[in-house]
């Protein structure tokens, strides 16, 4: 077993010295200095945000929204949300609020202008083809006699966002609902989606989901 | 042996990333996806700008010093209600209490965080009521770096307890309990009584070494580490006259730990097997009133086979982890038969826990825990088995995610043989279920 022992250590040794045998050569054309006000956009996605909402703006988990082909515009005034705490939902404050913190404009800017340009998710067809036909007619047309806006005047009419309005085809099923209540509930602060939310019933935002998704 | 305080949340961590503790836990000390990911980095995610920054000419960091220093505090407090009162005394008619309240039952100072932008660490000291002593806890200094596209992370550490540098919670060395196990046992009442784990899991604050990782893809892991024995505790680097106690000895030489684990993550879920292992050379001074150390030398070898299934959603988080140990002992021949009845013994581990929590505020956990091996009458006395089993029930309340009330019941249904403190005692009539123990627990770090 003496010689398990060796090997072991022999293993640890290599992988010690490939670390840094890579690191140097990352460091001739890579710098990272550690201040994170002067991170570039790229170095920020790597050692940040790629962490929850991947490298390619494509989360795993719908506890995070996906941000790849997402609206700049909307990336950019979110990101401003978060540094003066001006959202306040539970998942903005325990996560973005600390991210955000110290990020500059020109930072915000360049993290906005990455998963802009990352390619956007395309949706699925709809396993529940009827409630999708619903939630079609509400996107598209909103419901004039309760007040409520068609979608398409600020989302687009495939959903891709409209200037700095942002881009909802794509999205997590689960996120998209638990933001539309949280709007609702104003939990999320948003004037005119708590106007929009608050008269639609959890069948409609089921419906508008179903729609959502296949775009 | 020095009683090890899981790290639980740090803290520093917190206010180093400005990330509250759901983000790296689904309750303390469980890691999410996160969490494993900001560990693995090397702890040096921080969204603080220094106070001390420089960089060499080729735009280098060549000093980082955070604008706060990275310190909290774990404490620990505990109410326990045996169903027997324990027998701390081999006195017979002694008269010994069923209650004990222990305020706090274990705290520690942690210092943790950045060191620079590719390293980090943490140090842990803790006071351990029951043993009264205050001690170095776990420690680790991680160098980290990873490749642009995120696809390599790689790291060097050097840490003390085998295994605590594992980022899943299904080894033993990073457990999710907090409170089971912390009755009799480990309050020192049980008159020299301990059950038998498999021997790796011991080496936590007694051992030190250097462990090199890499991580691929955010699914496989491969790690390599080499232990050698410190001064510290029971356990010594030499043994002399002055060092020689029963149960004490030392690591000899060094000793090989290794870990792979595999992880798939989707959704809400995520899960992750593995197998973790070490070979250990160990000389015990477990010869009363022998004045010279004899030379003798135990082999022991540790194979663990762990899985975790996690699920991180937006108001319930379930997890159901365990694993599976097999030991290989083989006892020098010298300390045979009067020591050990066989030259070889085995022991085989099932730790298998599931967890509920709604809303991180209330929850609930079960775990169970059995323990067989072989009969060895000269070191487990009686029968010779070293088998035990045992359940924990408990309920959670978290009003702030840093503050945790629990409530717990042990359950015993198998003790055999000297484990049992009232069998080792010669207490009338001892029953595993003499062990049971209700816990009201308060946890919190700040």
């Known amino acids: ?215 | 042996m020095l009683v090890s305080m899981p790290a639980q949340a740090v803290p520093p961590f917190a206010r180093q990333t400005g990330l509250a503790c759901e983000a790296c836990h689904t309750i303390p000390p469980e890691l999410t996806p996160f969490g494993r990911r900001f560990k693995l980095n090397g702890y040096t995610l921080t969204t603080r700008p220094p106070l001390v920054s420089d960089i060499d000419e080729h735009k280098k960091n060549t000093v980082w010093l955070s604008d706060l220093p990275g310190l909290g505090i774990l404490f620990q407090a505990t109410y326990n209600h045996y169903d027997r009162a324990p027998p701390d005394s081999a006195v017979p008619g002694a008269k010994a209490q069923s209650e004990n309240l222990e305020f706090p039952q274990q705290f520690s100072f942690i210092a943790a965080g950045a060191i620079s932008d590719k390293v980090g660490g943490f140090l842990q000291m803790t006071y351990d009521q029951p043993s009264g002593t205050f001690g170095v806890d776990n420690t680790e200094i991680r160098y980290a770096d990873h490749s642009q596209n995120n696809d390599w992370v790689w790291g060097v550490l050097f840490n003390n307890n085998p295994g605590n540098q594992d980022v899943w919670n299904s080894v033993a060395a990073y457990p999710t309990l907090d409170f089971s196990n912390q009755s009799l046992w480990s309050a020192g009442g049980a008159g020299g009584a301990a059950l038998s784990s498999p021997f790796f899991e011991g080496l936590g604050g007694l051992t030190a070494g250097p462990t090199a990782y890499i991580w691929y893809k955010d699914s496989l892991y491969l790690g390599a580490s080499i232990y050698h024995a410190a001064v510290s505790g029971s356990l010594t680097s030499t043994l002399d006259s002055t060092n020689l106690s029963v149960g004490g000895g030392t690591l000899e030489g060094w000793a090989p730990y290794w870990r792979a684990a595999y992880e798939h993550d989707w959704g809400y879920n995520s899960a992750s097997i593995g197998i973790s292992g070490m070979y250990s050379k160990f000389t015990p001074s477990l010869i009363a009133g022998q004045t010279l150390d004899p030379g003798y030398v135990n082999r022991y070898l540790d194979i663990s086979y762990d899985w975790q299934y996690q699920y991180n959603g937006q108001h319930n988080t379930f997890s159901f982890l365990g694993r599976y140990t097999h030991e290989n002992a083989e006892y020098d021949p010298g300390l045979v038969p009067t020591f050990y009845s066989n030259s070889t013994n085995h022991l085989d581990e099932w730790n298998v826990t599931g967890t509920y929590y709604y809303n991180r505020h209330y929850g609930a956990l079960v775990n169970f825990v059995r323990t067989t091996g072989t009969a060895d009458v000269a070191l487990n006395g009686g029968t010779g088995s070293p088998g035990y089993q045992y359940e924990v029930l408990e309920v959670d309340y978290l009003p702030w995610f840093n503050i945790r009330f629990i409530m717990q019941y042990n359950i015993y249904n198998v003790v055999k043989n000297n484990q049992n403190p009232f069998f080792l005692l010669n207490a009338t009539n001892p029953r595993a279920s003499n062990n049971n123990t209700f816990v009201f627990g308060l946890w919190m770090d700040f």
């Open chain 1, 1 to 215: 077993m003496r010689r398990l022992a060796v090997v072991t250590l022999l293993i640890v040794a290599a992988i010690a010295l490939a670390s840094t045998a890579v690191r140097d050569a990352q460091a001739a054309t890579v710098v990272v200095p550690p201040d994170p006000s002067t991170l570039d956009a790229t170095q920020l996605v790597s050692n940040a945000c790629s962490k929850c909402h991947g490298l390619n703006g494509v989360s795993t988990s719908p506890l995070f929204p996906i941000l790849a082909g997402q609206v700049p515009g909307y990336i950019e005034s979110e990101l401003r949300l978060f540094r003066q705490r001006g959202r306040s939902d539970p998942h903005a404050r325990a996560f973005m609020w600390g991210i955000a913190r110290a990020l500059t404009d020109e930072q915000i800017k360049g993290v906005a202008r990455y998963f802009s340009s990352q390619p956007a998710v395309k949706g699925s067809e709809s396993r529940n083809p009827a409630l999708a036909d619903k939630g079609k007619l509400l996107y598209e047309n909103g419901t004039p006699e309760r007040d409520i806006e068609a979608c398409t005047v600020c989302h687009g009419h495939n959903g891709e966002g409209v200037n700095s309005q942002p881009r909802i085809a794509g999205q997590h099923r689960d996120y998209f609902v638990l933001e539309m209540v949280q709007f609702r509930s104003g939990l999320r602060e948003n004037k005119v989606m708590q106007h929009v939310t608050e008269k639609l019933t959890d069948d409609e935002i089921a419906a508008l989901v179903e729609y959502i998704a296949t775009k």
